[in-house]
C-alpha cells in the first residue's frame, strides 16, 4: 500500500529555516506528482506546494511563494520542503499527500496522506 512518511518538524525561531522530507513507498514515485499541504491549529488544511512528477514544474501557494522550495530525488522515492524565511503563521502540521499525475490545490482530490509533521515557529 502507499506509504507516505514525513519528518524534519520542529521548532524555529520566525526568520528562521527547516527542511521537511517525505519518504514515499508502494507507487511508482516518478509516476505521482507530489504536494505538501499544511494544517493550522483550528483552520482547514490548506495547499502550500506542489510538484510534477519530473520535477521539472512547481506551484506554490502566494503565502509561501519566495519562501519556500519544494524539490524531489526520483531515485530516492523523496520530496522535500525548503521552508525559509519561516514566519507565526506558517506553524502547523505539514502533511505530504499525493492524488496522482496530475497536480492538485484542493484536499478532496488527494487520494493518499502522510501523518505529518508539526512545525512551530515562534515569533
Known amino acids: 500500500q502507499v506509504q507516505l512518511v514525513e519528518s524534519g518538524g520542529g521548532w524555529v525561531q520566525a526568520g528562521g529555516s527547516l527542511r521537511l522530507s517525505c519518504a514515499a513507498s508502494?507507487?511508482?514515485?516518478?509516476?505521482?506528482?507530489m504536494h505538501w499541504f499544511r494544517q493550522a491549529p483550528g483552520k482547514e488544511r490548506e495547499f502550500v506546494a506542489a510538484?510534477?512528477?519530473?520535477?521539472?514544474?512547481?506551484d506554490y501557494a502566494d503565502s509561501v511563494k519566495g519562501r519556500f522550495t519544494i524539490s524531489r530525488d526520483n531515485a530516492k522515492n523523496m520530496v522535500y520542503l525548503q521552508m525559509n524565511s519561516l514566519k507565526p503563521e506558517d506553524t502547523a502540521v505539514y502533511y505530504c499527500a499525493t492524488r496522482g499525475v496530475l497536480i492538485v490545490r484542493t484536499t478532496g482530490r488527494v487520494n493518499y496522506w502522510g501523518k505529518g509533521t508539526l512545525v512551530t515557529v515562534s515569533s
Open positions: 510538484i510534477t512528477r519530473s520535477g521539472s514544474n512547481t
Open positions: 508502494g507507487l511508482t514515485f516518478s509516476s505521482y506528482a
